[in-house]
């Protein structure tokens, strides 16, 4: 004692919370957690669960006022098959996006986590990430420019008289159309080239924690590189699979600006939230069909859970 | 006794590291082989060779008589297991176990029979459902050592395999590995660090020193004759004794290792013979290990000897000294054994 009352008075205080907060830690972790709770809770979460309240008003069709009793109307329009159509291509386009991604992905995490080392390494992340620091409505439209009848896609294959086969792909009914970026293709090519990332990280992440003494043994007990692969390293990068399909799938699920620009004119969810929202002002339409996002990630993760993506974590 | 094993001049270098340096080995078949050496001495490359995890940059390994350079792992009649043990994470006990007959088409019926047994005999029945996480690292040990036995190899490699048990459960598992090579008449080549563990365990064993064989042996070989100061002194406790007298014969000059067991200490001047050498001291320090004691001293020209003295009980009295005490050390002229200067390199 005789040598803290020498202390300033500054410091001293210092000290004596310091030492008051040592001995109530519930109270340090409170102090700790409140305010990134606070934000999660009622800026994250809140403002979600304000907009799915929404979904369960109606709208009156006379006066376009919101009728704030609740109510299954607006579900019931959402199930119109006009509305489902939508949602199907949506998700349809989303689970075409995410196998793409994870099949494009794997590879190039497998090389980054197993093989690179020093700068190669440093190399391939910088390849994989620096489309993520330019502006995504500028790689958007760049993309439109490539797929266009007049871009570059169209000039190479005729180049190397590939020409017909551009044709027979464009002439493939639904996913083709008169040109790369009006057609199905294009949408798809764009959302996995924008998405590849988000999938090449977390699998490159599952692979890194993969001991190199468990492929060794594999191989030891006898097992040729396939059935490695297929019985040790694939179940083990699953769960990195998984989480890039999250992001894949659900920023598929709701982006609205791809299908905009490049693809056919029908629409996507994203796309009629934004409608719906905005010009037609339906909000409580726009809503529920923000919760179909929701609801399909759910049965998503549910069926992954189901298949044992998680078994290795 | 036919090889199981067998080196000729392997070389391995990782760019310009050299992990090892012209090893000549033979082990044979049946054997509990030993490889011993400090860390870094090339111990483990040693085993990695073996199992076809790396490839010599030069020489040639032969199993059971024939080159194994182009055979990859996963055709080689040799099953390791490895020092983290290497479970499969996503895997049941039983699935882990069952591993190598899986990949081998055997049908489920019988994997799981031959899974059982295993289990059973690393006495780890009833655990099969279990995840590795949910074992205690002595368990998962014994079923890294089940996984690579079902595959009935002709050679076990074990890496350092009870690294990470504390003492009883490592002095158990000693036990066990002996009398389940015994068993099973498998080749058993044991990598480990530990002398004790080596010398225990092995029915021959090689000392391993920066990436060469130091020397082969049984471990009474070894004990008793080491060939090199390197040997002397890694295992077990060694005084190394320099004669350089010009008056001496020439066979009686160069360097010796003397083991501290064979000094005796005692509190007056011994009497004179013909085979007993002795030089007097001061007691540096006494440390009492149980079973018996070490007594460090300082004898002429800075130098410092050590002589163990077994707590025999009423049998022979222990020398009562106190550091500072003034005693002398004896030995017979027949317990000095010579030692081959090391190679320079």
């Given amino acids: ?313 | 006794m036919d090889s199981a094993v067998r080196f000729r001049n392997v070389c391995l270098r990782y760019g310009k590291v050299v992990a090892l340096d012209g090893i000549d080995l033979e082990i044979r078949s049946g054997e509990f082989f030993g490889i011993l050496g400090p860390s870094g001495s090339g111990k483990t490359s040693c085993l990695r060779l073996i199992a076809g995890f790396d490839r010599p940059s030069d020489g040639t390994i032969e199993l059971h008589g024939r080159s194994a350079a182009a055979v990859p792992p996963y055709d080689r009649d040799v099953n390791t297991v490895f020092q983290d043990y290497a479970l499969f994470p996503h895997m049941t006990i039983e699935q882990n176990v069952a591993f190598g007959l899986m990949v081998k088409g055997v049908n489920r019926r019988e994997r799981r029979s031959r899974a059982g047994e295993m289990l059973e005999m690393v006495r780890l029945e009833g655990l099969g459902e279990r995840r590795p996480s949910q074992l205690s690292g002595g368990q998962r040990q014994r079923v890294a050592l089940a996984r690579a036995l079902v595959n009935r190899p002709s050679v076990l490699l074990l890496d350092e395999p009870l690294g990470a048990l504390d003492l009883k459960l490592r002095q158990q598992m000693q036990v066990e590995l002996r009398s389940l090579q015994r068993t099973l008449g498998i080749t058993f080549i044991f990598v480990t660090h530990d002398q004790g563990e080596a010398l225990s365990m092995s029915d021959r064993l090689a000392v391993f020193n920066r990436g060469r064989v130091e020397q082969t042996g049984t471990p009474r070989e070894i004990y008793e004759q080491p060939s090199t100061r390197f040997s002397a002194e890694f295992v077990g406790d060694s005084n190394i004794v320099e004669r350089r007298d010009p008056d001496t014969r020439s066979q009686e000059q160069g360097v010796f290792s003397l083991r501290p067991e064979k000094v005796h200490l005692s509190t007056r001047e011994p009497v004179a013979d013909a085979h007993s050498i002795s030089v007097t001291g001061e007691v540096a320090d006494v440390q009492f290990h149980g079973a018996s004691v070490r007594y460090v001293v300082s004898v002429s020209d800075g130098r410092s000897m050590t002589a163990v003295a077994g707590n025999l009980g009423s049998r022979a009295e222990l020398p009562a000294v106190e550091p500072g005490a003034r005693v002398w050390l004896s030995w017979n002229s027949d317990d000095l054994h010579r030692l081959r200067e090391s190679e320079s390199r």
């Fill in chain 1, 1 to 313: 004692m005789a040598t803290a009352m020498q202390l300033p008075a500054k410091q001293q205080l210092g000290r004596r919370v310091s030492t008051a907060l040592l001995l109530r830690p519930r109270l340090l972790l409170a102090l700790l957690l409140v305010p990134p709770l606070l934000w999660l809770g009622v800026i994250y979460l809140g403002s979600m669960f304000a907009l799915l309240i929404q979904s369960f008003f109606s709208i009156d069709e006379f006066t376009g006022m919101i009728q704030r009793t609740l109510t299954l109307r607006t579900y019931t329009e959402l199930l119109r098959p006009a509305h489902l159509d939508i949602i199907l291509r949506t998700a349809a386009m989303a689970a075409a996006v995410t196998l793409a991604s994870s099949v494009i992905a794997f590879p190039i995490a497998y090389f980054m986590a197993r093989y690179a080392t020093g700068r190669a390494k440093t190399v391939f992340y910088l390849a994989v990430m620096l489309p993520l620091w330019s502006s995504y409505l500028v790689r958007v439209y760049a993309w439109k420019l490539i797929l266009a009848k007049e871009g570059i896609v169209t000039w190479l294959t005729a180049e190397l008289g590939l020409g017909s086969w551009l044709d027979a792909l464009l002439s493939i009914p639904i996913i083709g159309g008169t040109a790369l970026s009006v057609s199905y293709i294009g949408t798809f090519t764009v959302f996995v080239y924008i998405w590849l990332p988000f999938m090449i990280l977390p699998i490159q992440a599952a692979l890194e924690r993969v001991p190199q003494s468990i492929i060794e043994a594999s191989a030891d007990l006898g097992a040729p590189p396939h059935r490695t692969f297929r019985n040790v390293i694939l179940p083990l990068a699953f769960p990195g699979v998984i989480a890039g399909s999250i992001f894949t799938f659900s920023l598929t699920l709701g982006d609205y600006i791809i299908p905009q620009i490049i693809g056919s004119s029908r629409l996507f969810l994203g796309q009629v939230v934004y409608i719906q929202q905005g010009t037609a002002g339906n909000i409580p339409l726009a809503a529920a069909f923000c919760v179909v996002p929701i609801a399909v990630m759910s049965i998503y993760l549910s069926a992954a859970k189901r298949l044992g993506a998680f078994d290795a974590l």
